[in-house]
C-alpha cells in the first residue's frame, strides 16, 4: 500500500518569508497560545461515515475534520507554514487518523487538548507509521517520537510527556521536514488553510 505525502508545507531560513505553495500570510491571525479547540463548529461528528475515498478505492483521507494553519519554527529560526487537520473534540481525538491511508491535503493532524495533560497514544486501526511531536501551552517542543501501525490486540500505549497541550502526527519521518523538532516552538491559528 504506497502512502501519498503531498509537500504542503514551507520553510524557510528565519527571514518570514514563506516558501509554501499558497503565500498568503497569517501573521497577524495568529494565535498567541496553542491552549484550547480552534473553532470547529462546523465539524460533523454525527456523520456514520468517517472516511473519503479518493479515485483509488484503497486511498483513505481524513474526514469531518476542519483544516488549520499552523506554523513551526526550528530552534535555528527556520520557519515552517503548516496546514494541519484539527482534532480538538474528545470525539475527533479519539478517531485522529485510524483506518486512514493519505493525509489528502494536510501535513498532519493536530490533536488539541482544552487544557494541559497527559495521556497515552496508541495505533489502534490506525494503517500508516506515523511520527508524533508534543508542545506544550506556550508552544515548546515537549517530546516526539515514531509510532507503528498496531495488529496486535491489545495495542501497546506510546506514554506522552506531562502537560503536553497539542500533540501533532504526521506520517513517520516528515517530523523534522516540517519543523517538529527539539527546540522548536508551534503557533496554531484558528484560519483555515488557503
Not at 46 to 67: I, K, L, M, Q, Y
Not at 73 to 89: I, K, Q, R
Not at 121 to 136: E, H, Q
Amino acid at each position: 500500500m504506497a502512502v501519498a505525502v503531498l509537500g504542503l508545507a514551507g520553510c524557510a531560513s528565519g527571514d518570514g518569508q514563506d516558501l509554501a505553495s499558497n503565500p498568503t500570510s497569517t501573521a497577524t491571525s495568529v494565535t498567541s497560545s496553542v491552549v484550547g479547540p480552534t473553532s470547529t463548529s462546523s465539524t460533523s461528528t454525527t456523520s456514520t461515515s468517517t472516511t473519503s475515498t479518493s479515485e483509488a478505492d484503497d486511498v483513505v483521507e481524513p474526514a469531518g475534520f476542519e483544516s488549520v494553519a499552523a506554523t513551526a519554527t526550528t530552534a535555528t529560526g527556520e520557519v515552517c507554514e503548516l496546514c494541519l487537520w484539527s482534532a480538538a473534540t474528545p470525539a475527533d481525538r479519539s478517531r485522529g487518523l485510524m483506518f486512514v491511508t493519505d493525509l489528502g491535503d494536510a501535513d498532519g493532524m493536530a490533536f488539541v487538548y482544552p487544557e494541559p495533560t497527559s495521556t497515552s497514544y496508541w495505533m489502534k486501526n490506525t494503517l500508516m507509521p506515523l511520527s508524533i511531536a508534543f508542545f506544550d501551552a506556550d508552544g515548546r517542543y515537549l517530546d516526539g517520537f515514531d509510532m507503528e501501525p498496531c495488529t496486535a490486540d491489545p495495542c501497546p500505549t506510546y506514554p506522552t510527556p506531562d502537560g503536553f497541550s497539542v500533540a501533532i502526527e504526521v506520517a513517520q519521518g516528515m517530523a523534522e521536514d516540517l519543523g517538529l523538532t527539539p527546540g522548536s516552538t508551534l503557533t496554531l491559528t484558528t484560519l483555515p488553510c488557503q
